[in-house]
């Protein structure tokens, strides 16, 4: 099975890369200056035990921090 995009899904995704190209420079020019270690180590205790601070850590390829996982 061979699935594809019809003209509006390409036009669909052409946007959302537009819109992730803009976000990740956004992302670069706000972050210009600063430390991102110590930026992303704050963020991952901020969300570490919650389900997304598990679906980070997986995606990342680590193990999600120990206990009951709340909600987000």
Known sequence: MELTLTPAGHE?????????????ARIEAAAAGHDPDGVLAFLRTFVA?????????RRAGREPAPGATASC
């Open 49 to 57: 035990g919650r389900s997304t601070g598990d679906a980070v850590a």
């Open 12 to 24: 669909a995704a052409r946007e959302v890369a537009g819109i992730e190209a803009g976000l990740r």
